[in-house]
């Protein structure tokens, strides 16, 4: 099994973070686990026919500067979408940018010459940009899904003049691994994992009266988290401009289907965006469909419950029941390299060994399993 979606709290605020901090004696909480919700009924209320994706986005750009797609990590029906979005002729009159969590802002320069300018860059000189990000090695982006992102956008991009090309900005921060040898050195850029990108859409996207797609982790393009004392990327961004993200975030019922999202779901076409404003998803308890966090003393807990999810996200996008999706998985021969395995298990060994590395090297299936439940 894939260590990367089995191991429970083990994702961008819970392996990273909480390894870093364990050398500093500190405490971290993780998003990565599944929440049920708390007893109610069964929502009820408007049930919109929804749009495309692609139709949705470009609606939003009409009122708004910011649209986040929120991703559930690797997903293939997610990112088949994204193609055909980012294919889409009326896009580049509409988006400027598209940020991404995927890429580490080191690699701007690189990725600029790439995609935007259109110049040749070597696969070796690529592949650092998402391999090397603050998640490694708990997440490589080796998934070929991340890839296909970068050369879409570089081949729409081959057909527009200069003045109509999408820049894709790198919001993970900075970290050059070739110089982290102790967690300690992880710490600085740990705290910024939230704080990067929100600085990012503001200095290269707002304050230059441009317009962003943002290409997210769903759980970093909330509305709220339920944490009064946190703030993920979009609160960030909206508490220092004022400026709100309109936000469309994947919809996967967990395991069991605990409150009856999928049932919810089911009478809706796959690639459906549903609008929370004055629908029955608005009111639906979020509990029921968003990540937990783990406590101080190791036990889940699901900050999201009893909110509606109209408070968390501005849209679901309903991409199918879990028996249908796919997951992008990455070619377990990239991981016979020996330099690029070497340097996974010296990062593993950094952040405690945490992970069975070996995994990586075995053939994954193809589904995408949905995520089993945690109580709140």
């Not at 300018?117 to 998402?130: E, S, T």
């Not at 009856?260 to 549903?274: C, H, W």
Request: hydrophobic share 40%; aromatic share 8%; with cysteine.
């Amino acid at each position: 099994m894939d260590a990367r979606r089995t191991m429970p709290g083990l994702n961008r605020r819970g392996f990273l973070t909480a390894s870093a901090a364990a050398a500093a004696g500190l405490g971290a909480a993780a998003l990565a686990v599944p929440g049920t919700a708390v007893a109610g009924t069964a929502p009820g209320g408007p049930r919109p026919s929804g749009d495309s994706l692609t139709e949705a986005v470009l609606e939003a750009f009409q009122t708004y500067r910011l649209v986040g797609l929120g991703e559930a990590h690797g997903l293939q029906e997610h990112h088949d979408l994204l193609q055909t979005l980012i294919s889409d002729p009326r896009l580049p009159e509409v988006v400027d940018d598209i940020v991404v969590q995927f890429g580490n802002a080191l690699y701007q320069e690189t990725i600029d010459t790439f995609v935007l300018d259109g110049q040749p860059v070597n696969d070796a000189d690529l592949r650092p940009l998402w391999r090397n990000t603050m998640e490694s090695p708990l997440r490589t982006w080796d998934e070929p899904v991340y890839e296909q992102f970068f050369r879409r956008v570089r081949a729409v991009n081959w057909t527009l003049p200069p003045s109509k090309r999408i820049r894709v900005l790198l919001g993970d921060p900075p970290i050059d691994w070739s110089t982290i040898t102790s967690q300690q050195q992880i710490l600085p850029f740990a705290a910024q994992m939230e704080t990067h990108p929100a600085a990012v859409v503001e200095q290269q996207v707002l304050a230059k009266g441009r317009r962003a797609l943002l290409c997210y982790g769903a759980g970093q393009l909330f509305h709220t988290d339920g944490n009064p004392s946190t703030s993920v990327m979009v609160q960030l961004i909206e508490q220092k401009t004022g400026v709100r993200t309109y936000v469309i975030a994947d919809l996967l019922p967990l395991q069991g289907d605990p409150g009856g999202l999928g049932t919810e779901l089911a009478s809706y076409s796959r690639n459906t965006v549903i609008p929370a404003a004055g629908t029955w998803l608005g009111q639906f308890n979020a509990g029921y469909a968003t990540g937990g966090n783990i406590g101080p003393d190791g036990q889940v807990f699901n900050q999201l419950c009893g909110t509606p999810m109209g408070e968390v996200v501005d849209a679901g996008l309903y991409l199918g029941q879990p028996a249908d999706l796919t997951a992008s998985r990455p070619n377990p021969a990239i991981y016979l390299d020996p330099a690029y395995w070497a340097e996974l298990e010296r990062r593993n060994a950094i952040l405690g060994d945490h992970l069975d590395l070996n995994t990586y090297r075995q053939q994954q299936p193809p589904g995408y399993a949905a995520l089993s439940a945690a109580a709140c």
